[in-house]
């Protein structure tokens, strides 16, 4: 590659693509840095929720409560890897300082405005991209086993109130109307209507590499190993040699902490691991139509297009290149095959995805603070398949000197440097 470009982007999951396509569509001369491994991006293996109540960071004041089965492992939300436990503990003390009422709050009031400009910004992706087809918007499902977990997400439903995100309460009988697939009894759920999903977020994400190839811009099928300011712009370091480019934009999803180390951001940030393994629904059941989240099993179930039922893990906490276990997503698909009529698996082994979480469950959306011509878009947790689209639009926004559509000062990187001995 000759010559400097106008902007690179380091990362091409659904964050880094939709930067890229929004930074063209604009007229900007871009180059896509990423190996290009669909599996290894966790926007191919989420569940595809887009959801406007998805503003609750994982970070709740419920969790003190569950904290001692947490720290046993006896809890299916979370397994705790304690062998990785001194490389996640700065991440784990900052995620519990915000396990606080005020800062659910705080946070879910910051959320909103990105989750509600969520949806029409997937509308708009898939209208370009030519996978309407993919996107759905009949709801999402999250089930109660008993009535006192049901009472438990009292706190959750009184926020989403708050802000206008819509829900209807169902008891277990017309739970079972709305969807018939379903086999376990369940006390109580809550449908909430203005949530759409993706079916094979993989396949968007190809859809929007293959769009944006065909706008002309430039890919380097490649890891970048090391960035850094040169002169007026930056030098932006592959295995096989250097380019250069006027600004960055840093959007590697979980890998991005690496990347920012060595320019002085030791952000105490984490992989959420999560996995997922795909089942047929045996021929006399009736269909899942939209993705439940079965509460008590801390599974996600979505229904994808060919590759059948998704069922997913909650969270592992590890180093983001340890050794899979497959603990986790084997007893959530037990639990799934007393929830709905499941067949075999379709796939040989489960899949292994990072999220790349924050501790206050906000992602780093704006301008480095420390350097000149570096954007940051990573630390999306568990909204990025939701909120990239959008959260390219911001980028470009960025870039091109226009004012962003939706306020990104809650989503600055200086709230994650303000921690003592981090910054
Ligand atoms: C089990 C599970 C369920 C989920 N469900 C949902 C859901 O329902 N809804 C939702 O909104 N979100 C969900 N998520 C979260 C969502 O998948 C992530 O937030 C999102 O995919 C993050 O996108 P990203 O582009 O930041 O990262 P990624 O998709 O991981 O992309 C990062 C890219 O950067 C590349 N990269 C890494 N290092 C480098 C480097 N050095 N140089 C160049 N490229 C590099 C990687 O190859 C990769 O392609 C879920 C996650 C999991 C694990």
Known sequence: MTGMAEIAVVGGGMVGIASAIALRERGLDVVLCDPGEARARTSYGNAGVISRGSILPMASPALWSKLPAYL??????LRLDYRHLPRIAPYLAHFLANARESRWRDSASALIPLTSAAYPAHERLAAKTGTSHRLVRNGWIKAYRTEEAFRGA?????ILREHGVAFDILDGHTLREHEPALVRPYARAMLLPETGSVREPGRLVEACEALYARMGG???????????????GWSVVL???????KRVVLAAGAATGALTKPLGYRFA???????????ALRPESPPLTRPILDTGAASILAPMGESGIRVLSGVELSARQAPPDFSQIAAASREAAGTLALGGPLDNEPWLGSRPATPDGMPVIGWAPKHDGLIFAFGHGHIGLSTGPITGEIVADLATG???SVPINPFSA???LQWPRLA
Not at 72 to 77: H, S
Not at 218 to 232: E, I, K, T, W, Y
Not at 239 to 245: I, L, S
Not at 269 to 279: C, L, N, T
Request: aromatic share 8%; no cysteine; proline share 6%.
């Open 239 to 245: 295995d096989d040699g250097t380019f250069r480019a």
């Open 218 to 232: 430039q890919r380097v099928r490649a890891s970048v190993n090391r960035l850094f300011p040169d002169g007026d």
């Open 269 to 279: 940030v984490a992989a959420e691991r999560g996995y997922h393994r795909h089942f």
């Open 414 to 416: 200086d709230r994650l």
């Open 72 to 77: 046993r492992n006896a809890d299916r939300a």
């Open 154 to 158: 009292a706190l959750e439903r009184e």
């Open 402 to 404: 226009r004012p962003p």
